[in-house]
């Protein structure tokens, strides 16, 4: 199993393993050299030899320690710290995309029999456990690519996929976003496969300290906003609730931003870079933010009536109704199960959609 990873090299061309990030980070969440090595797997003597040879690089400290007041990072480790978090939260479909992609021809080389299920959705919590699950419990080999709602409903469309990821929010904007989906979706031949609610909202610095309360609060003097691609799902949202409670998009300042992933806004807003993101809530818990919610929403999976009769999607179907997936979703803010791994209708969960 390829999964993307850092590697760093000095100017005179040493390479080190990626193991800087993961002992920053657990020294900025521990506060003691000692408790954050054995959290990443190190002896302290690894540790502290490792940032030796990074501050020799560096030319300057990453982490200062106190006789009786533990370690933490210097300006410098919580520059390249934060450097590594954002980056890493803008890059990750990206490089689990092409993670998946030599994974699969790894597979396709050794020759493997195992069924594979081609899986393309916009990016969530809860998708990206997929792979994991099915791996670890069960015998389905799952190639998922990320993409924006619409990209996935018209890849499913095209062939191109067997499941595909979107979601569609509840109330009054629910028939105005499934026009997004309409033009590639066949109700009479697809149907749901049910997996989870989860809220949208508004993701602002910890306690708020810019009363940023709704919508319209984002075309306050002095307010700076940072917002998801053109074309994804948050995206399509954002501008159908700005329409809807008439708020001027033009007068938003960073409205014209476009960040790639949920935890790449959340990442900006923590950076102070801008004060308000739009984003769903374990973005804002990954880095200790603070949440105001906008709107609930449906996150599901859709597929063909025949393919979701193949023993690939009963299979990961099953692993959905069960224990594990429960477990790796029950501590993710703002998520709740809704039957997930149950199949319906799309008319069951949405009355507007039209049969053809």
């Known amino acids: 199993m390829i999964k993307p990873a850092w ?5 005179a061309g040493d390479h080190f393993e990626p193991q800087l990030f993961r002992l920053l980070r657990a020294i900025h969440d521990h506060g003691k050299l000692t408790v954050a090595a054995r959290a ?3 002896s302290y003597r690894h540790a502290w030899d490792l940032l030796g040879r990074w501050n020799a690089i560096f030319g300057s400290e990453l982490v200062l320690l106190a006789r009786g007041r533990g370690a933490r990072l210097s300006a410098l480790g919580e520059k390249l ?3 590594e978090q954002r980056t890493e939260a803008g ?11 030599l994974n699969a021809a790894i597979r396709h080389a050794r020759a493997q029999t195992a069924s594979v299920l081609r899986i393309h959705a916009s990016h969530g919590y809860a998708i990206e456990k997929i792979p994991d699950l099915t791996r670890d419990h069960g015998e389905v080999d799952v190639d998922l690519k990320y993409m924006s709602s619409v990209d996935a409903v018209a890849s499913l469309a095209r062939g ?13 904007l629910g028939p105005v976003l499934w026009e997004q989906y309409a033009p590639f979706f066949k109700p009479r031949q697809q149907k749901i496969v049910r997996m989870v609610w989860r809220a949208q909202g508004l993701i602002v610095a910890k306690g708020n300290p810019r009363k940023i309360r709704a919508l319209r609060d984002l075309t306050r003097p002095g307010i700076r906003f940072v917002n998801r691609q053109p074309g994804s799902g948050t995206r399509v949202l954002l501008d159908s609730l700005l329409a809807a409670q008439r708020v001027d998009a033009t007068r938003i300042v960073g409205y014209d931003t476009g960040e790639f992933t949920h935890a790449a806004v959340a990442a900006f807003v923590a950076s102070g870079m801008a004060d308000v993101g739009m984003a769903i809530e374990p973005a804002a818990a990954q880095f200790g933010l603070d949440f105001v919610p906008v709107v ?5 999976l859709t597929g063909r009536g025949a393919t979701l009769a193949t023993p690939a999607v009963v299979a990961l179907c099953s692993l959905l109704r069960g224990a594990e997936f429960a477990r790796l979703m029950a501590p993710v803010a703002g998520y709740e199960p809704d039957h997930p791994g149950e199949i319906v209708a799309a008319g069951e969960l949405f009355a507007w959609v039209a049969k053809k």
């Open 40 to 42: 990443v797997g190190l």
């Open 7 to 11: 590697v760093l090299s000095s100017d």
């Open 81 to 83: 710290l934060w450097a």
């Open 91 to 101: 890059l990750f479909p990206q490089l689990e995309n092409v993670a998946n992609e």
């Open 296 to 300: 609930r929403e449906r996150y599901m």
């Open 160 to 172: 191109d996929c067997d499941l595909a990821g979107f979601h569609v929010p509840e109330g009054e």
